[in-house]
């Protein structure tokens, strides 16, 4: 495979590679065909051995052979089940009723909108990752489970179980990366996980997160026969609980207990309005909130319907939408040369806005909805999110206008346009080039498209926070041909602006003066107003704090691939956007230098200190408090955890240290007394 080492010597190289290849054929061996050869305590060293030459070898994230993603079907040991659903009160409360006899305690979570995952963890270790699909039978993604940093390929408990979750995207990386490649962070979520490779086109899935709601232990006898036997608890908020001790982010829950069904409903309601308030605040995409029975004897007692448990409902957010007829698509260039359909619908009012344009995305979702103009449309908003079309529902009626009004009261007057299929362009609506499919985008090549010119000007002045320059003046600057490319922004002169139509003395004054106060900027500063395809703000200054100058930068190589995908959140797909994307610039970036003067950022300091490199758990009593030798631990540059593993470097153990010490023995961990430790401190 085509990885590259990087900065290994020929020693280390040969060793790493001796060592991959040992894991592959012991992981075969152990995994597909059942047969060890080694005990698990010398794979484990083979495991930590590379693990310390490279913790980014690709084969620690492998298990047995590696599937590509979506080609092999899971038969789930333990069906994924859907969820009773309620969207008002009376349902609520009739759940409470109906389970009533079982107790009023019950775990309540928020209902994460992603995309379900069970991963199968065997002796502690992950060795598949499958997804819902008919809830009998999933997909084998494991390769791409392993990606999301959240995953661990261990646990700290060393059996056989699954835990299931969902797989959610991050808003913020959502709105920053994907926004205009992908409908939603649900369908994102799902087409990371499935897609056969990471450069598929969707999104990377070291970009997602995984949120625990349940864990299911392998009987005792279908388990391995060296682990442990199955766990059994009392309750399911203890189960959470030791999901996050074994190193599993469960989804957040709250207990919720009443004293009678009223007040027990009422618990449950009042937990459905915190969320419905918290919603826009939160980071992930949620629909509503699950309320699961918390004794799990009780569940069994109460068992389920064919479909779903009776002991968990899922309450879910009321549906904002409504429909409405779609009346005409505009194609609308953006700055990173994507062509994407605007919709213009008949004024519609979703969660109290009136909508008359919604975005389509891109070509590839027109295709998928099968719309016409004239049709009939089913329009949702959730959140802060722009409205969007979901749905056809046929050509519409004449009736379907009736009753409709702008957001300024006025009655629209529109009429029904004949039923007609999109035309999907050709060209580019802006400067005619012929535009080219791009997975399911349509893009405009020519980097001074007049479209591309004006969006990424207007991008780069509102990162800059020049407010006098607004989309008018920066129209008006382009179609008068003075500037062609953002550094022409920096040749205007104040004649040149004042000589532009209604433009006052003050105004161009203004203009000019805050050009001028933009013509020294730091290099994380100039990446995030560029607004390169695919990097963002966050992105901008990660690279900012690698690539330190703009000399530096516009001399970036493939040389520099490994440094840049060092840089957390970074993979080859971003490295190459930002390398592509300065390449295809060479000559504004040239301008750029000439006209601006772009400012060193301080390179981003890597953690420094002895003890770089190394996990330390602590146990035991010690002279001081554990807290304090925690602290002088992470600032020598060490991390400290909380479970004993075999990925654990070494065990800090005081008087009577008892199961963690007898663990790390086990595993061949290193354990070190206080003064030991003390030593390690010293540079
Ligand atoms: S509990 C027996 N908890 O909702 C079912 N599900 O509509 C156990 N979901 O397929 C599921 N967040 O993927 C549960 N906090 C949560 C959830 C959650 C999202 C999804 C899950 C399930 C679907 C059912």
Request: proline share 5%; net charge negative.
């Amino acid at each position: 495979m085509g990885w590259i080492e990087f900065g290994h010597d020929d020693a280390t190289a040969a060793r790493i590679a001796v060592l991959a290849e040992q894991i592959a054929h012991h992981s075969h061996l152990y995994y597909n065909l059942a047969t060890p050869e080694i005990s698990d305590a010398e794979f484990d060293a083979l495991w930590d051995e590379l693990k310390s030459l490279d913790s980014e070898h690709p084969q620690l994230r492998r298990v047995g052979a590696p599937i590509p993603p979506g080609s092999v079907k899971v038969e789930h040991r333990f069906p994924m089940r859907s969820l009773g659903k309620a969207t008002d009160d009376e349902e609520v409360s009739h759940f409470v009723a109906e389970t009533t006899a079982h107790g009023r305690r019950f775990v309540a979570q928020p209902k994460l909108d992603g995309s379900a995952l069970s991963l199968e963890y065997r002796r502690g270790r992950l060795v598949r990752a499958a997804t819902r699909g008919s809830g009998e039978r999933g997909e084998d993604v494991t390769l791409n489970a392993l990606r999301i940093p959240n995953i661990p390929d261990r646990l700290s408990w060393e059996g056989d179980c699954h835990v299931r979750g969902e797989v959610v995207m991050h808003l913020e990386v959502f709105r920053e990366k994907y926004a205009d490649i992908a409908p939603n962070p649900r369908n994102l979520a799902a087409g990371s996980l499935r897609q056969k490779n990471i450069d598929a086109g969707k999104g990377d899935a070291s970009d997602l997160a995984f949120h625990a709601y349940d864990v299911l232990f392998v009987p005792d006898d279908e388990k391995h026969p060296d682990s442990p036997e199955a766990l059994q608890f009392e309750n399911d908020s203890e189960a959470i609980a030791w999901l996050r001790d074994v190193g599993i982010t469960p989804a957040e829950e709250v207990i919720i207990e009443g004293s009678n069904d009223e007040d027990t409903t009422q618990g449950l309601l009042d937990e459905t309005k915190r969320w419905t308030a918290g919603r826009e605040n939160a980071p992930w995409e949620i629909d509503g909130v699950v309320f699961k029975l918390d004794n799990l004897a009780k569940r069994e007692l109460l068992g389920q319907t064919a479909h779903h448990p009776r002991w968990a409902l899922a309450w879910k957010f009321p549906p904002e939408e409504a429909t409405t007829v779609l009346l005409d698509i505009d194609w609308q260039t953006g700055r990173t040369g994507a062509v994407t359909p605007v919709a213009r619908v008949a004024p519609v009012v979703v969660s109290g806005v009136t909508v008359e344009n919604t975005t389509l995305h891109n070509v590839g979702e027109v295709e998928r909805l099968g719309v016409s103009i004239g049709d009939k449309v089913r329009v949702v908003r959730r959140g802060d999110v722009i409205p969007k079309i979901i749905e056809t529902m046929g050509p519409a009626q004449a009736s379907d206008l009736e009753g409709r009004f702008h957001a300024d009261g006025e009655q629209f007057a529109g009429a029904l346009p004949t039923s007609a299929p999109p035309q999907i362009p050709t060209d580019c609506p802006e400067c005619g080039t012929e535009l080219s499919l791009d997975g399911a985008f349509l893009r405009c090549s020519n980097l001074s498209c007049s479209a591309r010119l004006a969006r990424s000007i207007l991008y780069w002045c509102r990162a800059l926070e020049m407010d006098g320059i607004g989309e008018k003046l920066v129209d008006q600057l382009c179609d008068a041909g003075l500037i062609k490319t953002i550094p022409d922004l920096y040749r205007l002169s104040t004649e040149q602006v004042l000589g532009l139509e209604r433009m006052a003395e003050k105004s161009a004054n203004n203009v000019m003066t805050q050009l001028d106060a933009t013509r020294e900027m730091s290099l994380d500063t100039f990446l995030s107003a560029l607004g390169l395809p695919g990097i963002g703000p966050e992105l901008a200054t990660a690279f900012a704090g690698e690539i330190c100058t703009m000399d530096a930068l516009i001399c970036l190589s493939d040389d520099d691939l490994g440094r840049l995908i060092a840089i957390e959140g970074v993979g080859e797909t971003v490295a190459y956007s930002l390398m592509d994307g300065i390449a295809n610039r060479s000559e504004m970036m040239g301008d750029f230098n000439q006209l601006l003067n772009i400012t060193e950022v301080a390179k981003t300091e890597d953690p420094s200190g002895p003890l770089v490199g190394f996990s330390f758990c602590i146990t035991g009593t010690l002279t001081r408090p554990r807290k304090e030798i925690a602290l002088q631990t992470k600032a020598a540059g060490g991390k400290v955890v909380s479970a004993v593993s075999g990925k654990l470097d070494y065990l800090i153990a005081g008087e009577n240290a008892g199961s963690k010490l007898e663990k790390a023995t086990r595993l061949g961990v290193k354990v070190l007394n206080e003064i030991e430790w003390e030593a390690m401190l010293q540079p």
